[in-house]
């Protein structure tokens, strides 16, 4: 079992999972969101997401820009 942590909140998956996959399931029910993606405690360029394996222990962060004045 491989347990991670996505924004603070811990998931299990049966084994590891490519970065893209879990963004894409992600995506689904948010199509239009725009955000960044953090690996543990590392920013991931979106050309990057497909070579990126999350594993037992790791911690993603996704965030959404936030716009103020």
Do not use: C, K, W
Not at 15 to 39: G, I, K
């Amino acid at each position: 079992m491989v347990t991670i942590s996505i924004n603070d909140e811990l998931r299990q998956f049966a084994q590891p999972v490519a970065l893209e996959e879990l963004l894409l399931d992600y995506r689904r029910d948010n199509p239009d969101l725009a955000f960044a993606v953090a690996v543990n405690g590392e920013f991931v360029p979106r050309t990057q997401y497909a070579q990126v394996q999350l594993g037992d222990g790791d911690t993603l962060d996704i965030v959404r820009p936030v716009g103020g004045g």
